[in-house]
């Protein structure tokens, strides 16, 4: 720890895949779940922040206490992020309600279905995120630090695609969307200096995805399909790079 002092700007990142053990949940209407594959534990990078910036952290040892508060930094840039987006387009940003992590099934309702575990949801029901912190916590202990943000903010999105009106017939749709919109969120914070990723972070993201995009086999079409490790992966990064406007959000 602590050779790498500052954290590298990013530099092109086509190519590149994404971080989403979130395959695993969204709830909009109906309630998706799956089991997130284990990636094999790796290092990730250590972190050093530029002053007054947000920094992902990474070591193996993260408690759970220590990762509800990164979640609620996250939850923090992105309600700063969707806040300034909104008033550019001259209108108010209301803030997802609130994050409630979970460790036990059913222990937490959306529109009176209890949440499995091993998911992270955004109800839209009650405009709240929930996540199952001890899969939350072994993921981003396996895969990284960076998934947390990846996490947060594509359950972010959907809370923002209700706000914007936006449904989609089908459920692919809706998540590889919200993977733009998660990867706009990243990149534009990135760029704003409000968030330094580590050296290591996008191949975070990149090794993330691919453990958890569709089986091949799933059709596209069917309910709860959140696209494929390279669609879903093609859809961050083109948001992480051009912004919202490739997310066609309208
Ligand atoms: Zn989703």
Known sequence: MGDRARRRRLGPLAGLVVAAVVAAGCMGGGLDQGEPQQPAPRESGPAQASPGARTTRADGTTSVAEFKQDFEDAVGLAEKYWTAQFRASGEQFRPIRRVVPYSRAGEV???????????????????????????????????????????????????????????????????????????????????????????????????????????????????GSHGTAEQRSEKFFSGYENSLKACDLG
């Open 109 to 223: 309702s959306c529109g009176g279905q209890g949440l499995p575990r091993n998911n992270a949801v955004y109800c839209s029901a009650g405009d709240f995120i929930a996540y199952d912190v001890n899969w939350s916590v072994s993921a981003f202990r396996e895969i990284g630090d960076a998934f947390l943000f990846y996490l947060l903010g594509h359950e972010y999105a959907h809370g923002v695609q209700v706000r914007l009106g936006i449904r989609y017939d089908f459920t692919i749709q809706q998540e590889l969307q919200a993977d733009c919109m998660a990867g706009a969120y990243l990149g534009d914070s990135v760029r704003s200096g409000a968030l330094t990723l580590a050296d290591g972070d996008l191949d975070e993201f990149r090794e993330g995805l691919l453990a958890v995009g569709d089986d091949p086999d799933q059709p596209w079409f069917a309910e």
